[in-house]
């Protein structure tokens, strides 16, 4: 798909059917992950794929944002492997991960999958239920599926502000 269609098909999904992603589109997803970019090349994201009841039922713990989505991929990162930016405020781990994860999220969009970004969570409790190393932490979920029969994108999907209110050319 050519790129600005990928950017304009890509919108959240908030009802699946039970029709499961493909493993070889479930495999280009996590590939397009694998190649982003990170600071320092780090690549310190940690990408778990969710399918089983049991580990679905976990995620139903910790957010009611699932929408049925028949794969959950949970983006973690090393917080002992992360570059601490001049100042010492910040760092790249949760940067970092939200690029893996958008990345993620337009080849789902690419590979006709439907998603949506998942940040409605305890992060700490959810790393908790699902028995991740204490040395990482979660970013995001990303739901993934198909939409349900008759459901489409939100009403705000097709809002956005104008570029003269988020750009100033200086
Ligand atoms: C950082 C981030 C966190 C989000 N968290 C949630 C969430 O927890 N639950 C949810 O239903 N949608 C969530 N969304 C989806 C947004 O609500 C959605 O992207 C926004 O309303 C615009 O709609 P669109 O993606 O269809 O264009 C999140 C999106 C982003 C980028």
Redesign the pocket.
């Known amino acids: 798909m050519e790129f600005k269609e990928v950017i304009k098909n890509?919108?959240?999904c908030?009802k699946y059917s039970g029709r499961q992603v493909e493993a070889e589109k479930l495999e280009a997803i996590l590939n397009a992950g694998r190649l982003a970019p990170t600071a320092k090349n780090l690549q310190e994201q940690h990408v778990y794929v969710l399918q089983s009841t049991q580990m679905l039922e976990k995620i139903d713990a910790v957010?009611p944002?699932r929408y049925g989505a028949p794969t959950v991929l949970v983006v973690a990162f090393d917080k002992n492997n992360v570059f601490t930016y001049p100042g010492g405020k910040r760092n790249s781990g949760a940067e970092d991960a939200a690029i893996v994860a958008t990345h993620m999220t337009l080849a789902a969009a690419d590979e006709g999958v439907d998603s949506?970004?998942?940040?409605?969570l305890d992060p700490d409790k959810t790393a908790e239920v699902l028995g991740l190393p204490e040395n990482e932490e979660v970013l995001?979920l990303l739901d993934l599926g198909y939409a349900a029969e008759g459901t489409g994108?939100?009403p705000?999907?097709e809002s956005r502000k104008d570029l003269s209110e988020t750009v100033t050319y200086i």
């Open positions: 890509r919108y959240s908030k957010t944002c949506c970004w998942i940040n409605f995001m994108p939100l705000n999907h």
